[in-house]
């Protein structure tokens, strides 16, 4: 075996590495999906995936449910700031 074929060798056994990786996470991701989704269904009868879920806590707050964990996030100050940059923008342009 040349030196151009030992390369070619080597990189086609890289390219299958890689996709034999991406296959696999793809496929191990499907499944938690597809899992969690049916659970979901199961016990509480809403549609969709549930291990993350993410709803309007009032007008300043949003509501985030992760692995069952509750986060509540206040967005006050995230609203302001959008604000004054498109009141900046705006004068800009």
Same mark, same amino acid.
């Given at each position: 075996? *040349?030196? &151009?074929?030992?390369?070619?060798? $080597?990189?086609?056994?890289?390219?299958? *590495?890689? !996709?034999?990786?991406? &296959?696999? =996470?793809?496929? !191990? /991701?499907?499944?938690? @999906?597809?899992?969690?989704?049916?659970? *979901?269904? @199961?016990?509480?009868?809403?549609?969709?995936?549930?291990?993350?879920?993410?709803?309007?806590?009032? +007008?300043?707050?949003?509501?985030?449910? /992760?692995?069952?964990? +509750? $986060?509540?996030? *206040?967005?006050?100050?995230?609203?302001? +700031? $959008?604000?004054? &940059?498109?009141?900046?923008?705006?004068? $800009? =342009?």
């Amino acid at each position: 075996m *040349n030196r &151009l074929e030992k390369f070619r060798y $080597i990189r086609n056994i890289r390219r299958r *590495n890689r !996709l034999a990786v991406v &296959l696999s =996470f793809l496929l !191990l /991701f499907s499944g938690i @999906l597809v899992a969690d989704s049916s659970m *979901n269904r @199961l016990m509480n009868r809403e549609s969709g995936p549930g291990m993350v879920y993410m709803a309007p806590y009032g +007008d300043t707050h949003y509501y985030i449910r /992760f692995l069952n964990e +509750d $986060i509540y996030i *206040n967005v006050k100050y995230i609203k302001e +700031d $959008i604000k004054k &940059l498109k009141n900046w923008l705006s004068g $800009i =342009f």
